[in-house]
């Protein structure tokens, strides 16, 4: 793999489930590097498990294209490790009759100690029947599986959802240290924007169906600054979110050149913050860096 591949590179990826329904992805355009660890965040039903479903080849999009390690969707299947959001298992086989599984379907692949590091982690017995485990304990052997492939990219729908603190906490060391000793890619959606901060590498809010901020955490946190004062108006800086305050006002902005710190107290906002803001005011105007711009676009911004 070169530097150039991406793990997944959408361009103006569009996607309606049926006449009726209405546009769930409307032109999304992205492009995640190889080797890092990619978070999509963003409200109920923005389309998130839809963009990973058809990343991972269970869907067709209705228009647009979409690439994973330089290949289609389906085509590099030994490569890919999806976990669904479900994370659909075979109930009736044992913990360690589904490992079994996974090793006979990754031949020449297949890591057992580090299938087995997250699928007994969370005190699940070999001898269990799948069954009978917690929502947690299912969602391990799940990522077991996902782990054992030892894939180049892992696709991972909400991952951390069933998981308590220390299973979020052990699972986002396992993923960071996947990424950092085996150079895997990891795409993973979640809602929680506190904890991605530390492990992601990039990330992508989506939002009415496009890409609303893309880029490295550091590069969306630099982007923004939250203003507070008694200015008349926010001038030329583009304001994401303003709300009145006892001390005068406050928004969140990107700000054009430096604030005047004479008029303005000017704070760095948390991720978090921004993300909420950009939920709140989904027609506040999109950022998406050089860092996730599609090869294409970011050709034609060079030109
Ligand atoms: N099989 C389907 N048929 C019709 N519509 C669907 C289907 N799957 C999803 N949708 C619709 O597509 C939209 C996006 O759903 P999706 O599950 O991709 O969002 P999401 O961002 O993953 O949401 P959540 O955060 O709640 O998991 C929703 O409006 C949903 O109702």
């Given amino acids: 793999m070169t530097d150039q591949t991406a793990a997944v590179e959408a361009v103006d990826l569009r996607m309606r489930y049926g006449f009726r329904s209405g546009t769930v ?4 355009s992205f492009r995640l590097p190889a080797g890092s660890i990619s978070a999509l965040v963003g ?24 690439r994973l390690l330089g290949g289609v969707p389906g085509e590099n299947r030994e490569r890919v490790a999806f976990v669904a959001q479900n994370k659909p298992l075979y109930p009736q086989l044992t913990v360690a009759g589904t490992l079994r599984l996974g090793a006979e379907l990754n031949p020449g692949r297949w890591d057992q100690d ?11 017995e070999p001898k269990a029947a ?3 485990l917690s929502g947690g304990q299912r969602t391990r052997v799940a990522l077991a599986l996902a782990f054992g492939k030892r894939p180049e990219l892992m696709l991972l729908d909400e991952p951390m959802a069933d998981l308590d603190p220390l299973a979020r906490h052990q699972l986002t060391g396992a993923l960071m240290a996947q990424a950092a000793e085996h ?19 990039h990330l992508l809010l989506l939002s009415s169906g496009r890409v609303q901020l ?13 203003l507070t004062g008694t200015g008349e108006d926010f001038g030329s800086h583009e304001v994401v979110e303003e709300q ?4 005068g006002r406050t928004a969140l902005v990107r700000p054009d050149g430096k604030p005047d710190t004479g008029v303005w107290d000017v704070e760095q906002p948390s991720l978090e913050e921004i993300f909420l803001a950009h939920l709140r005011n ?22």
Avoid: F, W
């Avoid at 992805?25 to 999304?28: A, I, K, N, Q, V």
């Fill in 244 to 247: 009145g305050s006892g001390r």
């Fill in 114 to 124: 580090a299938a087995e590091n997250i699928a007994y982690g969370g005190g699940a």
């Fill in 130 to 132: 799948v069954r009978k």
């Fill in 282 to 303: 989904p027609a506040a105007p999109a950022l998406v860096t050089g860092s996730v711009a599609p090869a294409t676009s970011a050709r034609e911004a060079a030109i």
């Fill in 25 to 28: 992805l409307d032109g999304c």
């Fill in 43 to 66: 409200p109920n039903g923005a389309g998130k498990s839809t963009l990973l479903a058809i990343a991972a080849g269970l869907r067709r999009p209705t228009g647009g294209t979409v």
């Fill in 183 to 201: 150079g895997t890619s990891i795409v993973m959606s979640s809602h929680v924007v506190a904890e991605l901060e530390s492990c992601c590498d």
């Fill in 214 to 226: 893309g880029g490295t955490c550091d590069e969306i946190v630099e982007a923004h600054s939250r």
